[in-house]
């Protein structure tokens, strides 16, 4: 006769032996191998997800002449039900899949698509695709996005591919996806529509929704997205020219030798800081993602702060993407800017690039006054008055300045041990 501790005991190597089964069976789902487990799984998508598969071809809407992108393309499934559309010239299909071994499956059951140009695959990670920007005009998979380790950088990857007013189907039913997660075949939590549509939002998809479908007696999901491609250019356009009419008080900003792509700033040192009397310089660079990326900033005129280190680098939330940092599309520049500009004043102390600066300002403060007004005097104080009214071209100083950072740059990297990175 069994005892408790007897039964609770076999219970126990029970749940560990299920947890291990499904976290096995989690990982061959997402990354199926040539193996046993791999080629069951193999059948299992062939059988299982066909419906899937074909109805977010369909739900596509694909016109002939599109360039059609699948992501987790699986075993082929989908790669032939879409190809079948594609019947003028111009059309192209693109499949990429994470698994080698369903990409040697897919790869042989199109290969003659494959052969006459048709088709094109890819063994990759959906974050990092060997893709040229805006070039697809639809996207569809099914059963997908919950194993991927970052749904953000996958939406992010997929938004960069797209054209604009794009198209992009996900097909899932949600009740076994559920029960799945439930059991721990799914990672984490974002098996979540929720996850994943907040990440295409974030990304810059809109029209971002989920619809239940009815196909005979099965009841499945899709959810739709359309690329939003806010032209850099016309933004950016608007935001000098806000900068021109309405600057931010000791802030501006100016477009360099007609690149849209590489702008110039000067902030006045604050009222009452060791800053005060000087004329910083900042190089800001847009990346072709903006605003769903933020503006690389980075100082020219030497400053001693805690968040600034001697090649300029800026620590600041606002510079970074989340889960880490609070960019987002609503800020822009002159937001930024402003915010460099109360950092200045306000240095954050706990999350330095300069260890030694942030220790000097936490407990010897009147030294690190004293150092920071130095090197606002030898860096930062213009001898030519009405720069900020009417000379946005660097003066000597500041070319001076710039100079000097850039030949620090290379000198003060051997200095590491005194700084900490930003994450």
């Known amino acids: 006769m069994k005892t408790k501790e007897t039964q609770s005991l076999q219970g126990e190597r029970t749940n560990t032996a299920n947890v291990m089964w499904a976290e096995k069976l ?14 069951l799984v193999g059948k299992l998508l062939t059988v299982r997800n066909q419906v899937l598969e074909e109805n977010a071809v369909q739900l596509c809407g694909i016109q002939p002449g599109d360039t059609v992108l699948e992501l987790g393309h699986g075993p082929g499934l989908g790669l032939q039900s879409a190809a079948k559309l594609l019947t003028e010239p111009t059309g192209r299909l693109i499949g990429v899949d994470y698994s080698e071994y369903m990409h040697q499956m897919a790869s042989e059951r199109v290969k003659d698509l494959v052969a006459s140009g048709k088709v094109t695959l890819h063994h990759c990670d959906v974050a990092a695709m060997p ?26 990857e997929i938004h960069r591919v797209m054209k604009p007013g794009g198209l992009m189907v996900t097909t899932l039913r949600l009740s076994n996806v559920a029960a799945m997660a439930a059991k721990r075949v799914m990672p984490g939590e974002n098996w979540r529509p929720e996850a994943y549509m907040a990440a295409l939002r974030d990304s810059g998809f809109t029209d971002v929704r989920i619809e239940d479908k009815q196909l005979k ?5 899709a959810i739709y997205a359309t690329a939003l491609k806010m032209q850099r250019t016309s933004r950016l356009k608007r ?19 007609e690149q849209v792509d590489d702008l110039r700033a000067q902030i006045v040192g604050g009222t009452g800081t060791p800053y005060e009397g000087g004329l910083f310089s900042l190089e800001i660079k847009v990346p072709e993602r903006y605003p769903f990326e933020p503006p690389k900033m980075r100082f020219l005129t030497p400053i001693y702060h805690p968040n600034i280190d001697n090649s300029g680098r800026i620590c600041h939330d606002a510079l970074k993407l989340p889960p880490k940092g609070a960019w987002k ?57 009405g720069v900020m009214e009417g000379n946005k071209e660097n003066t000597p100083d500041q070319k001076s300045s710039s100079r000097k ?19």
Not at 217 to 221: D, H, K, P, R, Y
């Open 131 to 156: 893709l040229d920007n805006s070039i697809v005009d639809k996207v569809f998979h099914c059963n997908c996005y919950y194993f991927w380790p970052d749904l953000r950088k996958g939406a992010s």
């Open 26 to 39: 989690g990982k061959q789902l997402g990354r199926p191998t040539r193996s046993v487990g791999g080629w």
């Open 239 to 257: 935001e000098l020219q806000m900068l021109s009419t309405e600057p931010p008080p000791g802030i501006i900003c100016w477009q360099t030798e």
């Open 405 to 423: 950072r850039e030949s620090l740059t290379a000198q003060e990297e051997a200095e590491e041990p005194a700084k900490k990175t930003c994450l």
């Open 329 to 385: 599309p609503s800020l822009n520049i002159s937001a930024v800017l402003s915010s460099i500009q109360l950092l200045m004043a306000e240095p954050n102390p706990d999350d330095p690039l300069m260890a030694d600066i942030s220790s000097e300002f936490k407990y010897n403060k009147q030294l690190f006054m004293e150092k920071a007004r130095k090197w606002t005097q030898e860096h930062a104080v213009q001898r030519n008055t």
């Open 217 to 221: 007696n099965i009841t499945f999901q």
